[in-house]
């Protein structure tokens, strides 16, 4: 933007600020959502489908994927058994390995199958 584009700019801030536009606006006051946080690689999908209220259904492949592998944690807190857990696991590398075998839409998958020791492991800590 050139000085002078700047100026009209900044000229129309001040006029709405002056009118009471910038009053009263939803979140005011409060800190910034996930303030503090480090940033996905795909915040801005996160956010626009938050705002846009949309479900895991609208989001790529291989995005699902990723938010899959993302809240796998919170999904398996909610298993009261060793097995369920497993089972969640288990059904979920099926979908990964078939997304690292063939072609899928979206950004090339950045992690790997799930181990479920591990993860087995990570909830018993968790549950403790």
């Known amino acids: 933007m050139s000085d002078r584009q700047l ?9 709405a600020e002056a ?6 606006l939803p979140g005011a006051g409060k800190p910034l959502p996930g303030i503090g946080r480090p ?14 209220n949309l ?10 994927l990723a938010r899959e592998v993302e ?3 919170g999904v398996l807190d909610r298993h009261r058994t060793e097995e369920a857990v ?29 181990n479920v020791d591990d993860e087995v492991a990570a ?3 968790r549950r403790a």
């Open 86 to 114: 497993r089972e969640t696991v288990a059904a979920l590398n099926v979908r990964i390995r078939k997304a690292l075998i063939g072609p899928i839409d979206g950004p090339p998958l950045r992690f790997g199958l799930r």
């Open 55 to 64: 479900g895991l259904d609208a989001l790529p492949p291989a995005l699902r």
């Open 19 to 24: 009118r009471g536009e910038f009053k009263n």
């Open 7 to 15: 100026r009209g700019v900044d000229r129309q801030i001040h006029e």
């Open 71 to 73: 809240e796998l944690p």
């Open 39 to 52: 940033l996905a690689e795909d915040w801005w999908l996160h956010q626009q489908a938050t705002r846009e």
């Open 123 to 125: 909830w018993r800590e």
